[in-house]
């Protein structure tokens, strides 16, 4: 390491990854910390992500990254309801042990220096226009200097709340999920499977994500975090997959909490920006939160990169970067927050309607003319989602 960088940039996952990626290829020097000894291990994700055409925006991203192609996304829903949703190449799963390597190197290739197994311990007030964040390595403990600082370390985001920037999570509006790796494909290869609603788990979902090339299934389940005792999300995924895939060979299992709260309202102070997860820049209905950060971690560095040129890092010139964030996802995830809580806090007779509604309109064997049969339960639908606060 320097003692002096243009940016720091702290957490090498998608995100963290990009944002020094971007901002080396404009010529700034970038110190990029992974706390971690490998890029992209534990996984602790279910993998899922956008088109591999969008990711190539990002790339060159190899083919051993991707595990499968996925056209459509299933839904099992209460009393026998389905949603058969098709769309040819709505999305990826992804190898996170190779795709976060993957971005981490371009990211080296293009002038970032990446220091792994090297926490960010400290970080200090913003003086002569330099942060200071103290990291700690396997050799010992440094102070390195930064005129601007990302924090893109995940959902845990102690840089962020180190500048003051409530970033915590809140139960609510948080996700506590375990993902269990099974040995081969439980559901339909094309397809993302879930479970949702009252005759399963009606305050998130159960999941079934195929990794063909791996012969492998990530088959998990996540709920909001309950205000009173009960049994832990590990006891349920375990018992969901019991009932579903009684003879399901088990080859790993990780956890962790995902922020569905909707992003934050400010996540920018003076020198410093917080990127993907630690920004709750997660999708608030499904918890994907890769492409989102990948996107969050290019607006970052395009705003970081005509501050540090301009020598304005300030809170209020770094605003630019949420009104980019706002305008390309933040406001579709606040659609999605408001259809989330919309359709968990429905009763299962009303939550019934609504997939009978959703089937109808989005689904492969769906008849559009299912909601001119039904027009007073389409109606209901429509009128009380208008009316949802």
Not at 29 to 41: A, D, F, P, T
Not at 282 to 300: D, F, Q, Y
Not at 319 to 331: H, N, P, R, S, W
Request: proline share 4%; charged share 25%.
């Amino acid at each position: 390491m320097r003692k002096e960088y243009d940016a720091i940039v702290v957490g090498a996952g998608p995100g963290g990854s990009v944002a020094a990626r971007e901002l080396a290829r404009q010529g700034f020097s970038v110190l990029l910390l992974e706390k971690r000894e490998r890029v992209g291990y534990p996984v602790r994700c279910g993998e899922a992500s956008t088109t591999f055409a969008d990711l190539q925006n990002f790339g060159p991203i190899p083919d051993e990254c991707i595990e499968s192609n996925i056209n459509g996304l299933f839904v099992y829903g209460p009393q026998g309801t389905e949603i058969d949703y098709y769309k040819k190449d709505v999305g990826v799963m992804l190898n996170r042990e190779k795709f976060d390597p993957c971005l981490a190197e371009l990211a080296k290739k293009d002038g970032a220096e990446l220091l792994t197994f090297a926490r960010a311990s400290a970080l200090s007030d913003v003086e002569n226009g330099f942060r200071t964040v103290t990291v700690v390595t396997a050799s010992g403990t440094e102070n390195v200097k930064a005129r601007v600082v990302i924090a893109a370390d995940g959902v845990e985001s102690l840089i962020g709340r180190m500048a003051k920037i409530p970033s915590g999570q809140k139960p609510g509006f948080s996700c506590c999920g375990v993902d269990i790796k099974v040995e081969g494909i439980l559901t339909n290869p094309e397809y993302l499977t879930f479970w949702q609603g009252h005759d399963w788990i009606n305050d998130g979902y159960i999941w079934s994500f195929p990794k063909v090339r791996s012969n492998t299934t990530n088959f998990g389940a996540g709920f909001l975090i309950p205000k009173t005792e009960g049994p832990s999300i590990l006891e349920v995924t375990m018992d969901w997959l019991n009932r579903l895939f009684p003879n399901a060979k088990i080859l790993g299992t990780v956890g962790g909490v995902i922020p569905v709260s909707g992003n934050l309202e400010h996540y920018v102070a003076d020198s410093l920006a917080l990127v993907g997860d630690a920004a709750h820049h997660t999708n608030p209905l499904t918890g994907g939160g890769i492409s989102a950060a990948m996107r969050a971690g290019r607006h970052a560095a395009k705003i970081i990169g005509e501050g540090l040129r301009t020598n304005n890092l300030s809170k209020e010139f770094l605003l630019q970067y949420e009104t980019l964030v706002e305008e390309d996802f933040g406001k579709s995830h606040r659609k999605q927050l408001k259809f989330r809580r919309f359709l968990l806090e429905q009763n299962k007779e009303d939550q019934v309607n609504t997939y009978h509604f959703l089937n109808a309109a989005l689904g492969k064997n769906g008849k559009k003319l299912d909601l001119l049969i039904h027009p007073m339960r389409s109606l209901k639908v429509i009128r009380d989602y208008i009316k949802f606060k």
